[in-house]
C-alpha cells in the first residue's frame, strides 16, 4: 500500500482553486460595476431629460434655413416627452407654447420674442439643449 498521498490532494486542490479564483473576479466585477452604477445614477436626474430635450431639438428642419419648419416640428415632440422635473417640465412647455406661436404667426416679432425667452429658460436649466 505504498499510496502517494499528495496525488489525492491535488485534485482537491484544483477543484477549490476554480469556485475561490470565480469569487475573487466576480467580487472585482462588481465592486467596478457598483461604482459605474452608482455614479451613472448620480447624473442621471439632471443628464437624461436635458438630453431628452436636446435630441428632439436636433432633429427637423435646420433652424436657421426654415425657422417657421423647425418650430412647429418640435412641438408635438416636446409635448410627449414625460419629464417629472417640475422646473424643466414648465420650461419644456413654455417652449412648445413658443414654438406653436411662432410656426402659427410665421415667425411674428413677439412670437420670435416668446421663442427668445423660452430658449433662454430652458438653457438656463439645461445648459446648451438648444443648441
Not at 414654438?99 to 425667452?117: I, L, N
Request: glycine fraction near 6%; proline fraction near 7%; aromatic fraction near 4%.
Amino acid at each position: 500500500m505504498d499510496r502517494d498521498l499528495t496525488a489525492d490532494h491535488r485534485p482537491l486542490g484544483r477543484a477549490l482553486a476554480a469556485p475561490v479564483i470565480a469569487v475573487l473576479l466576480a467580487s472585482a466585477v462588481a465592486a467596478c460595476g457598483a461604482s459605474h452604477s452608482t455614479n451613472a445614477r448620480a447624473a442621471a436626474p439632471i443628464e437624461a431629460p436635458c438630453n431628452q430635450v436636446a435630441a428632439v431639438l436636433s432633429d427637423g428642419p435646420d433652424p436657421t434655413a426654415d425657422p417657421v419648419g423647425y418650430a412647429e416640428a418640435q412641438v408635438l415632440q416636446l409635448r410627449q416627452l414625460t419629464i417629472s422635473k417640475q422646473p424643466l417640465h414648465r420650461a419644456i412647455e413654455a417652449l412648445a407654447s413658443a414654438y406653436e406661436w411662432f410656426s402659427q404667426s410665421h415667425g411674428s416679432a413677439g412670437a420670435k420674442s416668446a421663442v427668445s425667452k423660452a430658449t433662454h429658460e430652458m438653457n438656463a436649466i439645461c445648459p446648451g439643449a438648444t443648441q
